[in-house]
C-alpha cells in the first residue's frame, strides 16, 4: 500500500529507503498522534506536525532516485557517479589498489543530493573491496584513505583501468555496493547507495582529459567529467 502511494505520486523511492520511510511515518504517526490527544494549547501539537512534516519530506527527498538514460555517446567517456560538488581534482599516488599516479576526481554529496551512485564507465568490474575506518567530514582530503569506504576496481571497454571509491562521512554510517567482481557495469546502472552525506572519489589514468573543474555541480549518469583515451592507443 505504502510503495502504491508513493507511485501514485509519481515519486520513485530508491530500494535503500522504502523500509527507513515507513519505519520513521510509523514513529511520527504515534508521537503526533499522542500530541493532539494529551498536549493542550492546540499550537503545540501544530508544531509538532510542521516538523514532523518538514522531516519526513527531506527524507523522502534523500532516497528519491530518478531515472537516467545518458544523452550522449558513452564510448571513452567517463560519467559522474553521483550527484554533488566537485571538491578535489589533483593528480595523486593510489596506493591501495592501482599503485600508481592517477589522477584523483572528487564530488561531494550534501544531504539535499540523491544518493545513488553509478557506475563511471562502460566495462567489467575487476574488483571490490570494503575498507574500515573512520568517519570524518567526506569534504576533507583525508577522508579518501582514512574513512569507511568500499574500493571498485573497473576495466573500462577500451582496457583502460577506472577506479571508484564511496567514502562515508561524518553523518553517513552505512555504504552499499552493489557492483561485483566479474559483472559487467554501464553508465546507466547503480554500483552502490551512501546514506546521508557522503562522497565518491573517481582516479583516472594520467592522460585522461577531464572536462569539469573544482566547484563545478555533477548529476550522476549524466555529467561527463572526462575522456579517455580511444582504444586504438590505449
Known sequence: MFQEHLTYMKVKIHREGTNILIILLLILGVINASAWMFIRPAAIPIVFSVISGILYLLVLNFFRSPRRHFPG?????????????????????????????????????????????????NGEVLLVRHHAGRFMSAYLPKSSTDNERSTILMRADNGQEILVRQIAGAVARRIVTYAEAGERGTVEEHLGFIKFGSRVDIFLPLDAKVLVKIGD??????TEVAKLRPQKEA
Open 73 to 121: 555517446d558513452s564510448k571513452d567517456t567517463v560519467v559522474s557517479s553521483v550527484d554533488g560538488t566537485v571538491v578535489a581534482l589533483e593528480e595523486v599516488y593510489e596506493g591501495e589498489c592501482l599503485h600508481r599516479k592517477a589522477i584523483q576526481l572528487s564530488v561531494f554529496m550534501s544531504v539535499f543530493n540523491v544518493h545513488a551512485n553509478w557506475f563511471p564507465v
Open 217 to 222: 555541480k555533477t548529476t550522476g549518469g549524466i
